[in-house]
């Protein structure tokens, strides 16, 4: 579609994520300078519509960027107060001590938070200082200048039809250039993963590494609530099938996040993810806290587990990646946004010189020397073993040898492990489904667990129908040639929203279905699918689910 001709803006920075880095970003470029002109793109219906996170906030970012955020009114108001580790059994469970864990891992004087909330009231103080925020607006491609640098996006495109062609109330959307280009799309983005491609910026790193995270929100009976109580599980119901585990906090309102993560380095085809999680609501502890209760959201989420040793390079002509774009995760305190906030904070005082400096399109080296000798990069680098131990050794091991590496790194700044790598893509992990016993997992109880469609619904999710398919597939054939022989089609299972089935009718061989209504955009599929054959991209603008206060 060369011959379409679009209207174009010139910023001094433009921004694509809403998310806690980009919004960073966008305030610290303001600070240092009201006059620089800044732009922010969110492809959600609103600011927080697509954030879902734990979240244990580490107030470290927020601190750095905005010192008074109490007195301001920041929706952070629930400290924890009490931080328990358990390992379950099947029947019941073991409480893992505080004391032997290394002082990373306490939760005390962190705060149990609404990422999403957070995230719109820090829109509230970029706009006031004068940031202009866009939301419904994805970003579609991106725009490259002269000299193969990234000068802009594509932003705003609407109305095409589902074969892809332009409808009659098609509009083709804005360029928005600027000097700098910030990505900060979360997990596994369709601009990031171009740029990471394009520039080659993940040579010499190891893979980056995922989690399949999912959460609900739950009202519960107030004599069993515990605000500002934080709880951790790993074991039942994985065991040794996965890595991974639950979480428990306890916020204002009578209210809990229920969530569950499960690493996607998974072997076994026939692992259901969704179905672990609606498991682990049925172990008596969990049981007992959630009964006479009442599910009110649920949503899920892709999470960059990787860490120190998989994070691509940062820059490239242009532009720059921040937060989870790049994968700033720190896995076994399982926080991240910290990071993300400061990534953004870093990215815009890098831009801020070199604008000030008179330069534009070129490589912003000192955002990527502050990422890996500063804050981020310490706060990485002494937990890097934990998942590649976990990985490789499991639960049992991980804690032992991870809890020892934690200690030598805080106390001595180095590891008797040295680095060690993760080696397979979580695609390339998947078994071949001859080699696994199918998993036989209980039906849904409709009151403590639900089916994945009854489920959605509590996302708010929606995708206007008549658009193109968002989810791509670079071979029509392979789902049911390939995958599904080999591997019986994964897809229908790690998928948390139902978006992939396999449909046999008597008499027909067996089709594969896309139902991308349904996608709440985990990227689960770009990540886990064995033959790399889907490519998550971005829908028509303000579609999507649209989460309440997850």
């Known amino acids: 579609m060369s011959d379409i001709h679009r209207e174009e803006m010139e910023y001094d920075v433009v921004i694509v994520g809403g998310g806690p880095a980009g919004l960073s ?243 076994n085809p026939h692992l259901y993810p969704y179905m672990e999680f609606q498991r682990f609501k049925h172990h008596p502890m969990v049981a007992e806290l959630l009964k006479g209760g009442k599910r009110v959201a649920y949503g899920a989420r892709a999470i960059s587990e990787g860490g120190y040793q998989s994070m691509p390079k940062m820059v490239a002509p242009g532009v720059a990646l921040l937060g989870c774009s790049v994968g700033m995760v720190n896995v076994p305190r399982i926080k991240g946004n910290h990071n993300a906030m400061l990534s953004g904070k870093a990215a815009a005082e890098a831009a801020f010189a070199a604008i000030a400096a008179g330069r534009r399109g070129d490589e912003l080296a000192d955002y990527e020397v502050e990422v890996r000798t500063g804050a981020i990069g310490k706060d990485l680098k002494r937990v890097r073993n934990v998942k590649p131990m976990w990985s490789k050794w499991g639960l049992v091991a991980s804690l032992a040898f991870g809890g020892l590496d934690m200690w030598t790194n805080s106390l001595f700044g180095l590891s008797l492990f040295g680095t060690l790598g993760h080696g397979k893509t979580d695609a390339e992990a998947t078994g071949k489904a001859k080699d696994f016993k199918p998993i036989d997992y209980p039906k849904p109880d409709g009151v403590l667990s639900f089916d994945r469609l009854t489920n959605v619904a509590f996302s708010f999710t929606n995708h206007d129908e008549a658009q193109p398919p968002h989810l791509k597939l670079k071979d029509p054939s392979i789902p049911i040639a390939v995958n599904l022989p080999q591997f019986a089609e994964p897809a229908q299972r790690y998928c948390p929203a139902g978006v992939y089935e396999v449909i046999a009718e008597e008499g027909k061989p067996p089709r594969f279905q896309i139902n991308f209504q349904n996608c709440v955009h985990c990227k689960t599929c770009d990540i886990k699918d064995p033959s790399q054959n889907i490519t998550w991209t971005t829908p028509q603008g303000g579609g999507g689910p649209n989460y309440p206060n997850m």
């Open 25 to 267: 970003a966008a305030i610290r470029l303001k600070q240092l300078d009201p006059n620089l002109t800044v732009v922010l793109l969110e492809k959600g219906s609103e600011v927080g519509a697509h954030i879902l996170s734990g979240a244990v906030l580490d107030t470290s970012g927020l601190d750095a960027l905005i010192p008074d955020w109490q007195a301001r009114g920041a929706p952070i108001t629930t400290e924890v107060v009490t931080d328990n580790f358990y390992i379950l059994g099947q029947a019941g469970q073991m409480r893992i001590p505080n004391w032997p864990m290394p002082p990373l891992m306490d939760n005390h004087g962190k705060y149990i938070v609404s990422m999403a909330n957070v995230c719109r009231w820090l829109a509230t103080q970029a706009e006031a200082l004068g940031v202009e925020i866009f939301p419904g607006m994805a970003c579609s491609e991106l725009v490259y200048g002269a000299k193969g640098e990234v000068r802009g996006v594509v932003a705003g495109e609407f109305g095409r039809n589902p074969d892809g062609t332009p409808g009659p109330s098609y509009e083709p959307g804005m360029v928005l250039a600027g000097k700098y280009v910030f990505l900060a799309e979360g997990v596994r983005g369709s601009l990031s993963k171009e740029v990471i491609a394009r520039f080659d910026l993940s040579r010499g790193k190891e893979p980056q590494k995922f989690g399949l995270g999912m959460k609900e929100i739950w009202e519960i009976d107030p004599a069993k609530h515990r605000q500002g109580t934080v709880t951790h599980t790993m074991g039942w119901p994985l065991g040794r099938n996965a890595g991974g585990g639950g979480f428990i906090y306890h916020i204002e309102n009578n209210q809990v996040y229920v969530g569950f993560v499960v690493h996607l380095n998974y072997e």
